[in-house]
């Protein structure tokens, strides 16, 4: 079945940048996601993107596909405290699809 | 909006006791999820309704029973709550282009 592999910690410095790693073993995987959860909250979706794309841009957020080795990462710049948050990268087979499968979460902690 | 609302927010049950979770969407959604999340595990799958009247069963959907009552609500009841159901339960709802799923904030449900 499809897996989501993540490390499960993180921890960077205020300022520096964060790079937040998953791997993917679903090669059907269309839609890839990133969640953010903050303490004592539900989730919510960060970025996603297309498996024909390469990169993707969102202001501090740049979201790096390489779909031959199934990896995805997320690199916060200027990572801020109010970062701190557990993130979950999340795939589907795609828009008709109505299951994410959901990798474990990275906590990222950031020391100011 | 208020989005996907949960209640309660948190319980106590003692083994054997029954109780449903409640969840409404007011986004007017079609597929709604249960999911159910403990520490190292990530998000599990419980079950989903892909639209009103029908539910399918997921990842984790032993000791469980949902109910989608209309388009807006989808219930999950435990018969006999047992300490391994201790965890927290998000619900969601897919918007309607398929890409994100948006979450309540939880029902933390501790099982003695």
């Known amino acids: 079945g499809e897996d989501v592999e993540q490390s499960l910690f993180l921890s960077v410095r205020e300022g520096d940048s964060s790079v937040i790693n998953c791997t993917y073993t679903d090669s059907s995987s269309t839609y890839l996601y ?62 008709g699809s109505y299951q994410l499968t959901f990798g474990k979460g990275t906590k990222l902690s950031v020391i100011p | ?26 986004m007017n959604h079609n ?22 009247g029908t539910t399918d069963k997921g990842e984790v959907p032993n000791g469980y029973n949902v109910s989608r009552l209309n388009k807006r609500e989808f219930s999950l009841r435990l018969e006999s709550a047992a300490p391994s159901q201790t965890s927290v339960y998000f619900c969601a709802s897919l918007d309607p282009r398929g890409y994100e799923q948006y979450f309540g904030p939880g029902t933390r449900l501790t099982v003695t």
Request: with cysteine; hydrophobic share 35%; net charge neutral.
């Open chain 1, 34 to 95: 990133w969640y953010k959860q903050e303490p004592g909250a539900g989730l919510q979706l960060l970025t996603y993107i297309f498996s024909n794309m390469d990169m993707k841009q969102d202001q501090r957020l740049t979201v790096l596909l390489n779909k031959k080795d199934k990896h995805l990462s997320l690199r916060i710049a200027d990572t801020q405290t109010g970062d701190s948050a557990i993130y979950f990268c999340a795939e589907s087979e795609g828009a």
């Open chain 2, 31 to 52: 597929s709604m999820y249960w999911y159910r999340q403990d520490p190292g595990m990530g998000l599990r799958l419980i079950y989903y309704s892909a639209s009103e």
């Open chain 2, 1 to 26: 909006n208020a989005g996907v609302t949960q209640t309660p927010k948190f319980q106590v049950l003692k083994t054997g006791q029954s109780m449903t979770l409640q969840c409404a969407q007011d």
